[in-house]
């Protein structure tokens, strides 16, 4: 069995070398500003299956997609379109808590499995000058939320439940744990 990765996300393929993975990328291009769905937990499930789909599956392989989404209040926050669209995000994020759900799909041509992972996310109460200071980073440009917790986002947080690496991009310890048993 092959495992490929259908992402361009550098934190999942990062995810995966951390514990020794084998894999391929594959290309995959899914329009996702064409799914208007406003529920998180059906935004990342249909989103990773839509990415799943669109990419080319062959005999004994496994495709791995997933879709990250933040989410407050009944609000989904994507990746932010500029930069007063960052700062807007982070200073709603502030003071609060979050969730942070990221959805993953399995697909083999006789199987899939789909995985769903929230983490609870905190972040200090923050200034305007200290949103500007970590936006100077430029950290907020490809990410859902506007912020990365693996770099410089990791001073905004003030405390997280739940796993890690779900933030990240990728509920780690569940896609080796579901994987391993495909393996069996
Ligand atoms: C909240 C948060 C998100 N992110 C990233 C993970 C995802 O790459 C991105 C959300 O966008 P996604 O649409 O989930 O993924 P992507 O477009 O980067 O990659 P692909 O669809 O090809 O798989 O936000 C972080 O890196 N750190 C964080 O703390």
Redesign the pocket.
């Known amino acids: 069995m092959k495992l490929i990765l259908a992402?361009?996300?550098p934190?999942?393929r990062d995810l995966l070398n951390q514990v020794n993975i084998k894999f391929e990328l594959r290309e995959?291009q899914?329009d996702?500003s064409r799914v208007n769905i406003t529920d998180p937990v059906e935004k990342v499930k249909v989103?990773s299956e839509l990415?799943s789909y669109s990419t080319a599956l062959h005999d004994s392989e496994v495709i791995l997609?997933?879709?990250?989404v933040?989410s407050k209040d009944g609000i989904i926050y994507?990746?932010p379109k500029d930069l007063a669209h960052a700062r807007e995000m982070i200073r709603s994020l502030s003071g609060a808590t979050h969730q942070?759900l990221t959805g993953c799909m399995l697909r083999s041509q006789h199987e899939e499995e789909f995985i769903i992972s929230k983490t609870d996310v905190t972040f200090y109460e923050l200034t305007d000058e200290e949103i500007d200071s970590y936006l100077q980073y430029g950290d907020h440009l490809?990410?859902?939320?506007a912020?990365?917790?693996?770099s410089q986002?990791a001073v905004l947080v003030r405390e997280i439940h739940g796993d890690y690496n779900t933030?990240?991009?990728l509920p780690l310890a569940e896609v080796v744990r579901a994987l391993n048993e495909w393996r069996e």
């Open positions: 992402s361009s996300s934190r999942r995959q899914t996702e989103l990415k997609t997933a879709d990250t933040v994507e990746k942070v490809d990410k859902a939320g912020y990365g917790i693996q986002g933030v990240v991009g």
